[in-house]
């Protein structure tokens, strides 16, 4: 009988193609990186947008606090003024929303160039998101498969802070399974989400339910002084102005002066298909309450690991109707977090596709919703499933050795490989 000597197939993830795929995509951006300023004039690209985008307003209200005017920020007439300083060209309206602890962390910024002051606002997050995620993927090469990470890509081009908001919970992930010094540092990290407010919205109560006192504390008392301080620096009147601003946010999302096609969030989604605007927001209410009711019960489950996290964090994407793609970076830590799980437990055919997909449309949802295909909100249930699946079979073993019960769910003969 002839033997056949054909070569097996290789996998589609063995540890060379896990470092070329990020290789490539990140060699493709760098193209469009190249083209994009190439094709622009004046820092202003082929559609009448500032280079930097997002990061104009970030810049142009940094201006304006300079001058010693920072409620000017939150006037319209005012900050688009302002941000003509950077560029004068821009044909594209960028408003501001923060709250004053932000304003008081990017008020530095228009001390640079605008050009200057992008470059290192983009150095530092990415810095930041690199050195705070790699101890979470235990995988070959992490530093390259979070860099090509696509969200976090599409953060990146929109010159926005995601980066710095996923670094931060990949802080507190980390120091809190430490001891009680890191669990402090821990909640200074929590605290310092008090800048972008909505994302940290969950985490008091899962704390609290866990009986992690300790964060619970130093990220109370972190918060409080972060608010405290910029209060000194701008004054209690600046909180006013912010909160009287909301209402403007809430109009711009209603009557589709945002791009919804770049909104993943349930509420855009269903306005995307047709539902009416108060059927809608019942909607979403009800599906943020079941989110958050669902990250609370597996904290007092499981208690708080890192599978547990990431149940919050996408359960988190799910509770404000104003929500970006570039947001979605912060799935990068729960995607380190069950890459690793993966790799060390094993896992399903379904539940590596669902992975694989998340990555991939995490990049292009807002591309995809303007084609009228909205995979913004599928992509985050999915998420939420497939970390509290996880989750749960973390904490039950015997559950896990009935499902996976080949070579202690190794996904292959390579211990701690994604293939």
Same mark, same amino acid.
């Given at each position: 009988?002839?033997?056949?000597?054909?070569?097996?197939?290789?996998?589609? *993830? #063995?540890?060379?193609?896990?470092?070329?795929?990020?290789?490539?995509?990140? /060699?493709? %951006?760098?193209?469009?990186?190249?083209?994009?300023?190439?094709?622009?004039?004046?820092?202003?690209?082929?559609?009448?947008?500032?280079?930097?985008?997002?990061?104009?307003?970030?810049?142009?209200?940094?201006?304006?606090?300079?001058?010693?005017?920072?409620?000017?920020?939150?006037?319209?007439?005012?900050?688009? /003024?302002?941000?003509?300083?950077?560029?004068?060209?821009? +044909?594209? +309206?960028?408003?501001?929303?923060?709250?004053?602890?932000?304003?008081?962390?990017?008020?530095?910024?228009?001390?640079?160039?605008?050009?200057?002051?992008?470059?290192?606002?983009?150095?530092? &997050?990415?810095? /930041?998101?690199?050195?705070?995620?790699?101890?979470?993927?235990?995988?070959?090469?992490? $530093?390259?498969?979070? !860099?090509?990470?696509?969200?976090?890509?599409?953060?990146?081009?929109? $010159?926005?802070?995601?980066?710095?908001?996923?670094?931060?919970?990949?802080?507190?992930?980390?120091?809190?399974?430490?001891?009680?010094?890191?669990?402090?540092?821990?909640?200074?990290?929590?605290?310092?989400?008090?800048?972008?407010?909505?994302?940290?919205?969950?985490?008091?109560?899962?704390?609290?339910?866990?009986?992690?006192?300790?964060?619970?504390?130093?990220?109370?008392?972190?918060?409080?002084? *972060?608010?405290?301080?910029?209060?000194?620096?701008?004054?209690?009147?600046?909180?006013?102005?912010?909160?009287?601003?909301?209402?403007? %946010?809430?109009?711009?999302?209603?009557? &589709?002066?945002?791009?919804? /096609?770049?909104?993943?969030?349930?509420?855009?989604?269903?306005?995307? *298909?047709?539902?009416?605007?108060?059927?809608?927001? !019942?909607?979403?209410? !009800?599906?943020?309450?079941?989110?958050?009711?669902?990250?609370?019960?597996?904290?007092?489950?499981?208690?708080?690991?890192?599978?547990?996290?990431?149940?919050?964090?996408?359960?988190?994407?799910?509770?404000?109707?104003?929500?970006? #793609?570039? +947001?979605?970076?912060?799935?990068?830590?729960?995607?380190?977090?069950?890459?690793?799980?993966?790799?060390?437990?094993?896992?399903?055919?379904?539940?590596?596709?669902?992975?694989?997909?998340?990555?991939?449309?995490?990049?292009?949802?807002?591309?995809? &919703? +303007?084609?009228?295909?909205?995979?913004?909100?599928?992509?985050?249930?999915?998420?939420?499933?497939?970390?509290?699946?996880?989750?749960?079979?973390?904490?039950?073993?015997?559950?896990?050795?009935?499902?996976?019960?080949?070579?202690?769910?190794?996904?292959? #003969?390579?211990?701690?490989?994604?293939?």
């Amino acid at each position: 009988m002839e033997r056949n000597t054909q070569a097996a197939p290789k996998p589609l *993830f #063995d540890a060379a193609r896990m470092r070329h795929y990020p290789i490539i995509i990140l /060699a493709l %951006v760098a193209m469009g990186i190249v083209g994009l300023i190439a094709t622009s004039r004046d820092m202003v690209d082929f559609r009448g947008k500032p280079l930097g985008y997002d990061f104009i307003t970030f810049w142009g209200a940094s201006s304006l606090t300079l001058e010693g005017r920072p409620e000017a920020a939150f006037d319209p007439v005012e900050t688009v /003024a302002a941000q003509a300083k950077a560029v004068g060209g821009s +044909e594209v +309206e960028f408003f501001w929303h923060y709250p004053p602890p932000y304003q008081l962390v990017t008020a530095p910024l228009a001390l640079m160039p605008y050009p200057l002051a992008f470059i290192v606002f983009a150095m530092a &997050g990415s810095a /930041a998101y690199l050195f705070a995620l790699r101890p979470l993927l235990n995988q070959p090469h992490p $530093g390259l498969l979070l !860099a090509a990470f696509p969200a976090t890509i599409i953060c990146l081009y929109h $010159g926005q802070n995601s980066m710095f908001s996923v670094a931060l919970l990949a802080g507190a992930i980390i120091l809190g399974s430490r001891g009680p010094r890191d669990q402090l540092l821990a909640g200074v990290c929590i605290g310092l989400l008090a800048y972008k407010p909505q994302l940290g919205i969950l985490i008091p109560f899962a704390l609290a339910i866990a009986g992690q006192w300790r964060m619970f504390a130093a990220a109370a008392v972190t918060a409080l002084c *972060f608010m405290g301080v910029s209060t000194l620096a701008f004054g209690p009147g600046l909180w006013s102005t912010f909160f009287g601003n909301l209402h403007f %946010v809430n109009e711009l999302v209603e009557s &589709g002066s945002l791009p919804w /096609a770049k909104m993943p969030s349930v509420w855009v989604t269903l306005r995307t *298909f047709g539902v009416p605007e108060t059927a809608a927001y !019942a909607v979403h209410g !009800a599906v943020a309450l079941a989110s958050a009711g669902l990250a609370m019960w597996i904290w007092r489950r499981c208690g708080m690991t890192r599978l547990s996290w990431s149940v919050l964090i996408v359960a988190t994407l799910t509770i404000s109707h104003y929500l970006f #793609d570039y +947001e979605l970076t912060l799935l990068a830590a729960p995607v380190a977090i069950l890459m690793s799980d993966m790799a060390e437990r094993g896992a399903t055919r379904t539940e590596k596709l669902i992975l694989l997909a998340s990555i991939v449309l995490s990049g292009v949802t807002g591309p995809l &919703g +303007e084609a009228g295909i909205p995979t913004g909100t599928p992509l985050i249930l999915a998420m939420l499933w497939l970390t509290t699946s996880r989750a749960l079979t973390e904490a039950k073993p015997s559950e896990v050795r009935r499902r996976f019960p080949w070579k202690q769910r190794r996904l292959s #003969d390579q211990t701690g490989r994604l293939s």
